[in-house]
């Protein structure tokens, strides 16, 4: 069985299109900056939490779409809040791991 051949007539809609496929777009919401922190007591003896489920969530989806253990994720999060001009921190990954 031949292998089918496409003949490429823009190289440069191509080439865009390769390069774009590599790239990644992040939108926050506001919403979900301000539910950032969690504000309640989670019940039970201990240290408060400082991360609510949904920060937490956000962050074990962006490890399953970039398949990164928790330790790049922390930096890879940190990094885009530093490109986004953001003053935010993300967690460490430890605090993730015991969530």
């Not at 330790?71 to 921190?89: A, H, Q, Y």
Request: glycine share 6%; proline share 1%.
């Amino acid at each position: 069985m031949e292998k089918a051949k496409h003949k490429i007539s823009n190289w440069k809609q191509y080439n865009q299109a390769l390069v774009n496929w590599g790239s990644m777009i992040f939108w926050i919401d506001v919403a979900t900056i301000k539910a950032r922190y969690c504000l309640k007591h989670h019940g039970h003896r201990g240290r408060w939490v400082i991360f609510s489920d949904t920060a937490i969530e956000t962050a074990l989806m962006v490890k399953g779409i970039c398949k990164l253990p928790l330790s790049r994720l922390e930096g890879f999060l940190n990094s885009v809040f530093t490109v986004m001009n953001f003053s935010l921190k993300f967690s460490t990954y430890t605090c993730i791991s015991n969530r």
